[in-house]
């Protein structure tokens, strides 16, 4: 099984007017993160199913990978919210996912959680080492649903910028 874990694009500025789940992607995050799914596809990327985090600048992301015809299918997975708790959310998706056939997921979601997400599966805890930049991507590799944390093997962990 793959994980592709995926963050959104640059979003507009934090600001005390704009609450921060409702901040958008600006036209360079847009633009990047097309740019980005078009070379997933020239590359054969093909996901099963994208979740993304409920916030606007994910979703938008993760659509953005579904009009590129990455995916036939989107869900907002509540787990992948900046803050949620990392060993539940994987015990989340192992739950709501393993029965399905799915080999392929992208996770679209925030840094520091994806990269917490990828050191759990691949070192059994969150190292503080790993960093997504916006629209940047980690490949893992898990042999199964049910392998314990520190199990999974990255295969990917690029910058946007070796992708467009």
């Known amino acids: 099984m793959e994980l592709y874990l995926i963050r959104h694009g640059i979003a507009q500025e934090q600001s005390p007017d704009i609450p921060d789940g409702d901040r958008q992607l600006t036209k360079k995050g847009k633009d990047k993160t ?27 992301t993760a659509q953005i990978l579904m009009d590129q015809g990455l995916a036939p299918q989107l869900e907002t997975f509540s787990s992948l919210a900046p803050g949620e708790d990392i060993p539940q959310g994987i015990n989340d998706l192992k739950e709501e996912y393993r029965h399905r056939s799915h080999r392929c997921l992208a996770l679209v979601g925030h840094q520091p959680d994806l990269a917490n997400w990828a050191e759990y599966l691949t070192f059994g805890s969150p190292q503080g080492k790993l960093i997504v930049k916006k629209a940047g991507i980690i490949g893992l ?15 990917l962990l ?7």
Do not use: K, M, N, Y
Request: glycine share 6%; aromatic share 8%; hydrophobic share 40%.
């Open 34 to 60: 097309q740019r980005v799914a078009q070379r997933l596809q020239a590359i054969g990327v093909e996901f099963d199913l994208i979740l993304t985090s409920p916030l606007v600048r994910a979703q938008q």
């Open 158 to 164: 690029t910058p946007p910028r070796w992708l467009v």
């Open 141 to 155: 590799t898990l042999p199964s649903w049910d392998c314990p944390p520190g199990e999974g093997q990255l295969f």
